[in-house]
Protein backbone atom coordinates (compact mmCIF):
# COMPACT_ATOMS: atom_id res chain seq x y z
CA UNK A 1 0.00 0.00 0.00
CA UNK A 2 1.97 3.40 -1.17
CA UNK A 3 1.96 6.31 1.40
CA UNK A 4 2.86 9.40 1.51
CA UNK A 5 3.28 11.31 4.71
CA UNK A 6 4.25 14.77 4.99
CA UNK A 7 5.53 16.89 8.17
CA UNK A 8 7.20 19.67 9.22
CA UNK A 9 4.49 22.47 8.72
CA UNK A 10 3.80 24.89 11.41
CA UNK A 11 3.63 28.83 12.17
CA UNK A 12 6.22 31.36 11.12
CA UNK A 13 6.43 34.82 10.99
CA UNK A 14 6.64 36.49 7.71
CA UNK A 15 10.12 36.16 6.49
CA UNK A 16 11.05 32.97 8.27
CA UNK A 17 11.77 29.34 6.73
CA UNK A 18 10.10 26.36 6.95
CA UNK A 19 10.98 22.37 5.26
CA UNK A 20 8.68 20.24 4.51
CA UNK A 21 9.13 16.59 4.70
CA UNK A 22 7.69 13.75 2.63
CA UNK A 23 8.09 10.31 3.61
CA UNK A 24 6.90 7.81 0.88
CA UNK A 25 6.51 3.92 1.13
CA UNK A 26 4.93 0.89 -0.55
CA UNK A 27 6.36 1.33 -3.87
CA UNK A 28 9.64 1.94 -5.80
CA UNK A 29 9.30 5.55 -6.60
CA UNK A 30 12.63 6.27 -8.22
CA UNK A 31 11.00 6.34 -11.75
CA UNK A 32 8.61 8.72 -10.58
CA UNK A 33 7.65 12.49 -10.27
CA UNK A 34 7.49 14.06 -6.80
CA UNK A 35 4.84 16.86 -6.05
CA UNK A 36 4.36 19.41 -3.66
CA UNK A 37 0.70 21.09 -4.30
CA UNK A 38 -0.59 23.79 -1.48
CA UNK A 39 -4.75 24.45 -1.14
CA UNK A 40 -5.99 27.64 0.58
CA UNK A 41 -9.85 26.28 2.00
CA UNK A 42 -12.22 27.30 -0.68
CA UNK A 43 -9.97 27.15 -3.58
CA UNK A 44 -8.62 24.83 -5.86
CA UNK A 45 -5.56 23.08 -5.18
CA UNK A 46 -2.61 24.43 -6.74
CA UNK A 47 1.13 23.22 -7.92
CA UNK A 48 4.04 24.26 -5.86
CA UNK A 49 7.04 22.20 -6.86
CA UNK A 50 8.09 18.83 -8.78
CA UNK A 51 11.57 16.48 -8.88
CA UNK A 52 11.38 14.03 -11.05
CA UNK A 53 13.35 11.69 -8.93
CA UNK A 54 15.49 9.77 -11.49
CA UNK A 55 17.03 12.93 -13.50
CA UNK A 56 16.85 15.66 -10.37
CA UNK A 57 15.44 17.94 -12.65
CA UNK A 58 12.59 20.45 -10.59
CA UNK A 59 9.75 22.62 -11.18
CA UNK A 60 8.76 25.50 -9.80
CA UNK A 61 5.48 27.66 -10.03
CA UNK A 62 6.24 31.28 -10.64
CA UNK A 63 4.93 32.25 -7.20
CA UNK A 64 7.48 30.69 -5.31
CA UNK A 65 10.41 30.62 -7.88
CA UNK A 66 13.42 31.30 -6.16
CA UNK A 67 12.24 30.61 -2.12
CA UNK A 68 11.28 27.48 -2.51
CA UNK A 69 13.91 24.64 -3.28
CA UNK A 70 12.68 20.77 -3.83
CA UNK A 71 15.28 17.99 -3.50
CA UNK A 72 15.63 14.21 -2.50
CA UNK A 73 16.71 13.21 0.20
CA UNK A 74 19.73 11.03 1.18
CA UNK A 75 16.90 8.28 2.98
CA UNK A 76 15.00 6.04 0.24
CA UNK A 77 11.85 7.91 -1.27
CA UNK A 78 12.11 11.34 0.87
CA UNK A 79 11.69 14.30 -0.44
CA UNK A 80 12.27 17.94 1.25
CA UNK A 81 10.42 21.69 0.28
CA UNK A 82 12.94 24.25 1.26
CA UNK A 83 10.80 27.43 2.05
CA UNK A 84 12.85 30.79 2.53
CA UNK A 85 11.59 34.24 2.98
CA UNK A 86 7.89 32.91 3.34
CA UNK A 87 4.87 35.36 2.84
CA UNK A 88 1.26 35.62 4.38
CA UNK A 89 0.25 34.02 0.64
CA UNK A 90 2.11 31.22 1.29
CA UNK A 91 -0.47 30.16 4.04
CA UNK A 92 -1.98 27.09 2.81
CA UNK A 93 -2.26 23.31 3.75
CA UNK A 94 0.79 21.65 1.87
CA UNK A 95 0.50 17.83 0.03
CA UNK A 96 2.87 15.47 -1.52
CA UNK A 97 1.86 13.36 -4.40
CA UNK A 98 3.88 10.96 -6.77
CA UNK A 99 3.29 9.98 -10.40
CA UNK A 100 5.09 8.08 -12.58
CA UNK A 101 5.02 10.70 -15.82
CA UNK A 102 5.57 14.50 -16.10
CA UNK A 103 3.82 17.71 -15.83
CA UNK A 104 1.62 19.88 -13.04
CA UNK A 105 -1.45 19.15 -13.20
CA UNK A 106 -3.42 17.58 -10.03
CA UNK A 107 -5.48 14.69 -11.84
CA UNK A 108 -2.54 13.48 -13.18
CA UNK A 109 -1.08 12.52 -9.47
CA UNK A 110 -2.05 9.19 -8.35
CA UNK A 111 -0.59 8.97 -4.59
CA UNK A 112 -1.56 11.75 -2.23
CA UNK A 113 -0.49 12.69 1.62
CA UNK A 114 -2.83 13.78 4.16
CA UNK A 115 -1.48 17.05 3.92
CA UNK A 116 0.70 19.34 6.42
CA UNK A 117 -0.74 23.08 7.38
CA UNK A 118 1.42 26.20 7.06
CA UNK A 119 0.47 29.19 8.29
CA UNK A 120 2.43 32.35 7.22
CA UNK A 121 1.61 36.07 10.20
CA UNK A 122 2.31 39.29 8.73
Known amino acids: QVQLVESGGGLVQAGGSLRLSCAASGRTFSRYFMGWFRQVPGKEREFVAAINWSAGSTYYADSVKGRFTISRGNAVNTVYLQMNNLKPEDTADYYC???????????????WGQGTQVTVSS
Open 97 to 111: AAQPNGGYEVPLYDY
